[in-house]
Every structure is written in structure tokens, then in C-alpha cells.
């Protein structure tokens, strides 16, 4: 019987750490790694992207509110020039680090 209580416990704890969200370490990879794969293509990430990254790896924001913050940006500043494609690498980069 205190086995099945300990095991319980335990189970408990698992599902508390599918929750947390990752280290600074973690995330400073993630977006390292997405943001170097858009520039393998040639595409430059903006400084609104570099600021929101570095507030999601402060834990200031998550994941999902950097990746909003970048859709309400680009719908409240679209850009003119059809070639430029720092949109692209933006949201893009939001959904690899995600």
C-alpha cells in the first residue's frame, strides 16, 4: 500500500515537469538554432525579433506571447517592399524556436 502512494507522487511530479518552461540555456539555443537557419537562406531576422527572443529567454514572455507579439507587429507595420522578406524570417524563426 506505500508503494502505491509513493508511485502516485511520482507521477504527479511527472506531469508538473512537462510544464515548466524551458532554462535560459534551452532557450537561447532555440532561437540561436532558428534564427541561424533562416540565415543559411539568406534572410536577416529584424531587431523587434532579437528583442522579443531575448525577453522570452529573460522569461519575461513565453513562447506563445513572443510568437503573438510578432503577429500583432507585422499586422500593425507591414512592410511596403514586396522583396523584403524580414517577416518571413521573423515568424518563421518564432515557429522553429517554438
Not at 512537462?18 to 537562406?41: C, F, H, M, N
Not at 507587429?73 to 524580414?86: A, F, I, L, V
Amino acid at each position: 500500500m506505500i508503494l502505491a502512494v509513493i508511485k502516485m507522487n511520482a507521477d504527479s511530479f511527472k506531469e508538473y515537469l512537462k510544464e515548466v518552461e524551458p532554462s535560459k540555456r534551452y532557450k537561447g539555443y532555440a532561437w540561436q538554432t532558428a534564427i541561424g537557419l533562416q540565415e543559411v537562406d539568406g534572410l536577416k531576422p529584424s531587431e523587434y525579433l532579437l528583442n522579443t527572443a531575448i525577453r522570452n529567454i529573460e522569461g519575461e514572455i513565453s513562447f506563445d506571447e513572443a510568437d503573438c507579439l510578432l503577429q500583432t507587429y507585422y499586422e500593425e507595420n507591414p512592410s511596403g517592399d514586396p522583396s523584403d522578406r524580414t517577416e518571413e524570417a521573423d515568424k518563421v524563426s518564432a515557429r522553429i524556436a517554438k
